[in-house]
């Protein structure tokens, strides 16, 4: 017979289905034996009693948590005072003709028939596959399937194409510290993990994609604050011969559509979004992703606001300029020439938008300058020789000298917003497998060291004893 999922039995009263699945609970009654059976799609009650026969209700009494089975049965309604409102399936069970043990398993080092929430994280980690069996887990992983969906069917529609970038690359200024590669072929080089695809989805720009997403890995050596992870995934887009209102537009739409598809009990508070300058959200708020939720206490207020006209640079300590958001964006268009000129610097406005969402930052992007002689002022205003600029950008201005397009784009963090609409507290919630707080994979045994031969080949030595 085929394979029936545990939520579909709710309309296959008096058939008989074969069901797959993991042993949630086992409950010895004397005559009768209780089993949840849990499968993705829900958990349902199976019975063993009189009509199983005495050879098979032996063997459901041997059964433990966590075994693996297939049972076959007829689907029952209960009787109105034995209904479970707590489960999807509750007003059914499977009265239990046939029973095969697919998989005995270990006692688990924790339960999985709870919400976990009070297990310790890094048990949790170990045994992440134990844990993403957990309901609430495999919620959030459906959730982010459902959004990563959402997400490739509308862009799709409006006539986007998904384009993988390379994983292996340069380095590029974002900002933060690289995921470094070390070249076997090349002795003393090294490749770096992107930290975002900024630069290949300017290039694809230039090569005529003119609208380009990606569902984008992206790498950040940071030290660990709260709830950053060195691997996240950004939703990348970039769009050519557009205004900053037109990338700004197209995803509020795409935002407000999502969350009405794949999270329809959460209420927007304000559409068009509000949009608050940076000045005004210092100055009002504090902080630049401000928490505009006029009602804190509502898990399902979703207060979306943007934030706009951010100052190109600031001071770095030793007294110079460095970008605060992309070096790649483009000033406000009243502020070209100041930059063209490279005067009144602190003042240049940039064309950047960032997303905020309850007090989160969800995204950012911006314009981009694709002229390579404002590109070059930028790295001018940081202080960058002509040496350096053409050594790390060289290929960027050298693309832009081919008839690049006008373009901008956006990313968001796609772990964040799925956190923040499955009402999860952290993002380690919403992603499969993700790193300790202290950066380290606790399952794999991740970094580990590397074999002498391994380290030979890359020409590498590891200085002991020093830190
Ligand atoms: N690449 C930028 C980032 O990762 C986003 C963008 O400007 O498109 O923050």
Redesign the pocket.
């Known amino acids: 017979m085929e394979r029936v999922w545990i939520k579909e039995i709710i309309s296959k009263t008096g058939e008989s289905v074969d069901l797959y699945g993991w042993v949630d609970n086992r409950r010895d009654h004397g005559k009768i034996v209780f089993i949840d059976l849990r499968d993705r799609s829900g958990i349902c009650q199976a019975v063993f009693g009189p009509w199983s026969g005495k050879e098979l209700y032996e063997q459901a009494q041997k059964i433990r948590n966590e075994w693996v089975i297939k049972i076959s049965g007829i689907v029952k309604e209960r009787p109105e005072n034995l209904i479970n409102k707590n489960i999807d399936t509750g007003k059914f069970e499977i009265e239990v003709k046939n029973l095969e043990v697919l998989n005995e398993s270990l006692t688990p080092p924790f339960e999985i028939n709870s919400d976990g929430r009070n297990i310790g994280e890094e048990i949790r980690m170990k045994y992440r596959y134990l844990d993403i069996r957990r309901p609430r887990l495999s919620a959030n992983l459906s959730l982010r399937h459902k959004v990563v969906k959402f997400i490739r069917d509308f862009l799709d529609k409006e006539n986007f194409l998904e384009i993988e970038t390379p994983i292996l690359t340069k380095s590029t200024p974002?900002g933060a510290r690289d995921y470094v590669v070390p070249s076997r072929l090349y002795p003393g080089k090294f490749f770096a993990l992107p930290?975002?695809?900024?630069q290949y989805?300017q290039l694809l720009m230039v090569g005529g994609v003119e609208k380009y997403f990606q569902i984008a890995r992206?790498f950040r050596d940071e030290d660990t604050r709260g709830d950053r992870q060195p691997e996240f995934t950004?939703l990348?887009?970039?769009m050519s011969f557009v205004k900053r209102e037109d990338v700004m537009a197209l995803n509020e739409k795409l935002l407000i559509d999502l969350v009405h598809v794949c999270a329809p009990s959460k209420k927007i508070q304000q559409i068009p979004f509000p949009r608050l300058t940076y000045k005004e959200a210092m100055e009002k708020y504090k902080t630049d992703r401000p928490d505009l939720r006029e009602d804190k206490n509502d898990p399902n207020l979703l207060a979306f606001c943007w934030v706009i006209d951010f100052p190109f640079f600031e001071k770095t300590d030793d007294g110079g300029f460095t970008f605060t958001?992309?070096p790649?964006?483009a000033p406000k268009e009243e502020f070209i020439n100041d930059l063209m000129e490279k005067k009144n610097i602190e003042g240049i406005l940039t064309s950047?938008y960032d997303i905020a969402l309850n007090g989160f930052e969800i995204?950012?992007?911006?314009v981009r300058n694709h002229k390579s002689e404002a590109l070059k002022k930028v790295f001018e205003i940081m202080g960058f020789n002509e040496e350096r600029i053409l050594n790390n950008f060289g290929h960027m201005l050298e693309a832009f000298s081919y008839g690049a397009p006008p373009h901008g784009?956006?990313?968001w963090g796609l772990d964040r917003l799925v956190t923040l609409l499955s009402n999860e507290p952290n993002i380690r919630e919403v992603i499969a497998f993700p790193k300790t707080g202290d950066a380290r994979d606790l399952m794999m045994n991740a970094p580990s060291e590397l074999e002498k031969k391994q380290l030979d080949e890359l020409h590498l030595e590891i200085k002991k004893n020093k830190k």
């Open positions: 974002e930290q975002s695809p900024q989805k992206c950004q990348d887009l970039e958001h992309n790649f964006s950047q995204g950012g992007g911006s784009g956006i990313a």
